[in-house]
């Protein structure tokens, strides 16, 4: 995994937002107004990366996106290694040695008599 440096992410945060208000068919002048924002620094920060939270956070809002910053910096869930368990290998039963069973013995009665051959 490549990190990013902290420049590379605000530029690349800064494209989303263009592109989010290009696609509303926007000017900056629109988005600026509708979000409080100086125009000149909406688009400062669209060409540098360059940007206050709360400024961020206002444009973010009116474009309807405020809500994908709740996933950033959410406390991650502990996980309890004590009681982690190994899970039981379960170990390949080999079947025993095949015996040779010798036939069965034939009778057949001859006159009556039975006989047991072998």
């Not at 206050?52 to 910096?73: A, K, M, Q, T, Y």
């Not at 991650?76 to 025993?96: F, H, I, L, M, S």
Request: charged content about 25%; proline content about 4%; glycine content about 6%.
């Amino acid at each position: 995994m490549t990190h990013k440096s902290p420049r590379e992410i605000s530029i690349g945060l800064a494209k989303r937002i263009r592109v989010l208000r290009l696609r509303k068919n926007w000017s900056r002048q629109q988005l600026a107004d509708q979000a409080g924002v100086n125009v000149y620094s909406l688009k400062r920060f669209e060409c540098t990366g360059n940007i206050s939270l709360s400024r961020l956070l206002s444009i973010c809002l009116v474009l309807g996106v405020l809500g994908d910053f709740d996933h950033i910096l959410k406390p991650r869930e502990r996980v309890n290694v004590d009681a982690w368990t190994v899970p039981q290998r379960a170990y390949r039963q080999r079947g025993g040695r095949r015996r040779v069973r010798s036939p069965a013995p034939l009778r057949s009665s001859i006159d009556g008599l039975v006989t047991i051959e072998t």
